[in-house]
């Protein structure tokens, strides 16, 4: 069975630039998170979609940050515009739907900003 | 709110010792889900393992063992005769019972360990 796919696997970008991510999740998986993970500390979440609906964003700066799910598959997010303390790796993962669900991680996207 | 501790920031040791990982956890859910995952160096989080709040029965899956003790809000991650394939950061994780509860990681520990 594939994977989380995660694409880029590493993106460098300068401050006030823009950046896109993808993520494709396990097949069958309505859930899908996006996290940050700064360098030293554990993944922080981003965002949480439930199919195409968003279910938890209270972490996301929305004034910078933007998510979608279309279709309830695949998904991006975006950054823009970028700041230094963007640098970090974003990682996706998906679950099947359920409270307790284990979560499985992409290999993530790791993001300097300069 | 949830909360993870995992005091330990490092550990390193010799191949074939045991290595015992701390967590610490808070939460005022009656329901809960604690997991342990495993970061290697190429980055990618690898699933070990789940317990719900109601199953505090330690599991044993070949050299890791986990202990879940609901009295002291503890589950502990042991990794007996270790190897060096086993160096990696270590997270322990917490997701309270709704549905939309969020997944709160530890800040992780690294283990390496030393041939």
């Known amino acids: 069975e594939a994977g989380v796919a995660q694409s880029p696997r590493y993106k460098i970008i300068e401050k006030r630039q823009s950046v896109a991510f993808w993520c494709n999740p396990i097949s069958g998986h309505a859930t899908l998170y996006w996290y940050q993970q700064i360098l030293g500390q554990g993944p922080k979440l981003l965002i949480q979609f439930q199919n195409n609906g968003v279910v938890d964003d209270s972490q996301l700066p929305k004034d910078r940050f933007s998510a979608e799910r279309l279709k309830g598959v695949d998904s991006t997010l975006k950054i823009q515009p970028a700041k230094l303390e963007d640098s970090a790796v974003y990682l996706c993962?998906?679950?099947?739907?359920?409270?307790?669900?284990?979560?499985?991680f992409g290999p993530g996207t790791r993001l300097t900003v300069t | 709110a949830q909360k993870v501790t995992q005091a330990q920031t490092e550990i390193s040791v010799v191949e074939k010792e045991d290595v015992t990982l701390d967590c610490v956890y808070e939460?005022?859910?009656?329901?809960?889900?604690l997991f342990w995952y495993k970061q290697p160096p190429s980055g990618e989080l690898v699933f070990l393992i789940r317990?719900?709040?109601?199953?505090?029965q330690n599991e044993i899956s070949g050299r890791y063992s986990w202990n879940f003790q609901k009295s002291t809000s503890s589950f502990n991650f042991t990794i007996t005769a270790s190897q060096v394939v086993d160096s990696a950061v270590y997270f322990c994780?917490?997701?309270?019972?709704?549905?939309?509860?969020?997944?709160?990681f530890g800040q992780g520990t690294r283990l390496t360990i030393n041939p």
């Open positions: 317990r719900n709040s109601f199953d505090e």
């Open positions: 993962a998906s679950s099947l739907q359920g409270t307790g669900a284990e979560q499985y």
């Open positions: 994780a917490l997701r309270g019972g709704g549905g939309a509860q969020k997944l709160v």
């Open positions: 939460t005022r859910d009656t329901t809960y889900y």
